[in-house]
């Protein structure tokens, strides 16, 4: 199961610098395409070895890993900012909504029809889906071809906010250093807090702030 997340890991950065000079619309498509096509045929490749089989997840997770870099690219030219606060988290609701459902499906061929099936549902999906996304899906709103003069005006409004916002934020850098060295003192007595406490019988919550997640939540 890891040797998805290898590949995940590995391709994060290569494609948020590739999104930056092809395009969005085509690293988002291949995000899809590509694992659809190399879920086809993981049940042929399992009958060979284990070791194909890793190789193949490891490459569905690098593919996929174009999906988070590109939809961010998105953003800024289709989402305004007041809007945003609803239509991102509903970009993320729709991934886990995603998940419950192929859980739920997938659970259902296992039952019944074995776990091949379960493969080659879920590709035959992803590559129905590409010619659909190749024809309705745009870089930018003004190479859509049925926008309105009213929509577009929105967009470009929206989008000339958010460049004026992160111009204001490079020349804050000043004020951001210096809240960031208020958060790395914070941290290092965090740590020695951590230190006095992980291994003293007489304080038993020094098990719980070993815990990194917890931390974050702390902080």
């Known amino acids: 199961m890891s040797s998805y997340y290898w590949g995940y890991a590995a391709g994060q950065i290569p494609f948020s610098k590739l999104a930056q000079y092809v ?15 190399l879920s086809l045929i993981i049940p042929r490749v399992a009958a060979r070895s ?34 945003k606060t609803v239509l991102i988290p509903l970009f993320y609701l729709g991934m886990y909504l995603g998940e419950i459902l192929g859980f739920s499906v997938g659970g259902g061929f296992l039952g019944s029809l074995g776990w ?13 889906w590409f ?45 951001s250093k210096t809240e960031g060295g208020s958060i790395v003192t914070t941290m290092i007595i965090v740590k020695e807090v951590q230190n006095h406490h992980l291994n003293d019988p007489k304080h038993p919550e020094g098990l719980v702030y070993k815990n990194p997640f917890f931390m974050e939540t702390r902080n």
């Open 131 to 175: 010619p659909m996304w190749l024809y309705m899906a745009y870089e930018t709103p003004q190479v859509h071809p049925k926008i309105s003069a009213d929509e577009l005006q929105i967009f470009e409004k929206a989008s000339s906010q958010t460049h004026v916002s992160s111009t204001r934020t490079r020349f804050d850098s000043t004020a």
């Open 50 to 83: 284990v070791n194909s089989v890793i190789t193949v997840r490891a490459f569905m997770g690098l593919f996929s890993a174009a999906c988070f870099p590109s939809s961010f690219h998105f953003f800024p030219f289709w989402v305004p900012p007041e809007e």
């Open 116 to 128: 091949q099936p379960i493969f080659y549902f879920f590709g035959a999906i992803g590559i129905a």
């Open 23 to 37: 395009g969005a619309k085509p690293l988002f498509g291949i995000s899809v395409l590509f694992p659809a096509i």
